[in-house]
């Protein structure tokens, strides 16, 4: 589906000139819904000039107030001849030179938060170059001890919605290659079937090492039962000898 010239910008002139809800107008522009409820707040595209999608012959007020009339109508473009057969340009993301400064942060964050990312994804997404991302894989960028991990959402360099498609396109293709992410990647449940095909060798912790053969059962040979039969019961050590009496009797009749 076709999208208007300047979406913010006609976001937030939907947002201030109509009642349209915020789903309608996240269709029509192709952002978020969330992003839209953020203009309304004041806390996205601050400063941002709305765009009368109207006066410009890209909506007719018809279908502004069909849109406000029923929550569910989908607002369309309005058919322009000339943009007929033009196709999506192809190439790296665009930039603006103000936000490229923040495009190290933003992979940063990228690649701490959804490692699953390849990095040509992480690339196209914000519009770098893969040696940079592998520098700051490797942690390698002569910048990277003063960089900070931000959302590049936040920083206005991708869309909600496009962040939210590719990462549920990297994890349904690591699904479907059967792998699963580490504890250092994101936590990801595994089937049945994959948890119990999997190695399932207990670890020593190195704390008791050595006393793998310990154990509490009795495990004692014959040789070992014998000499524990011949060790005395603790009462005849308290047995006297016999006839110690008769020697006390013979010591006392001395006196």
Known sequence: ???????????????????????QIADFVGMHELEIQGIADGEVA???????????????????????????HKLKLKFNPAAAGEEKRRG??????????????????????????????????VGTTKPTIQSIRERTH????????????????????????????????KAAEGGVMSDDERRKLVSTEQSLEMDTEPKIPSAIEGLETFTLGSGLNSEDEKKEEEIPDADSFFNLPSGGDDEDDDEDSRF
């Open 142 to 173: 002569w910048n990277i001890s003063s960089m900070q991990p931000i959302d590049p959402v936040a920083l206005g360099l991708c869309r909600q919605s496009e962040l939210d498609a590719v990462v549920q396109k990297a994890a349904a293709k």
């Open 46 to 72: 601050v400063g941002v000039k709305g765009f009368d999608p109207v006066a410009n012959n890209q909506l007719t007020q018809d279908e502004i107030d069909k849109a406000e009339a029923n929550p569910l």
């Open 1 to 23: 589906m076709a999208k208007p010239l300047m979406a913010k910008a006609t976001a937030v002139w939907l947002v201030d000139n109509t009642t349209i809800s915020f789903k």
């Open 92 to 125: 790296p993301r665009y930039t603006p030179l103000s936000k490229r400064q923040d495009r190290p942060n933003s992979i940063l964050w990228l690649v701490k938060f959804h490692p699953e990312l390849s990095d040509g994804q992480i690339a196209k997404l």
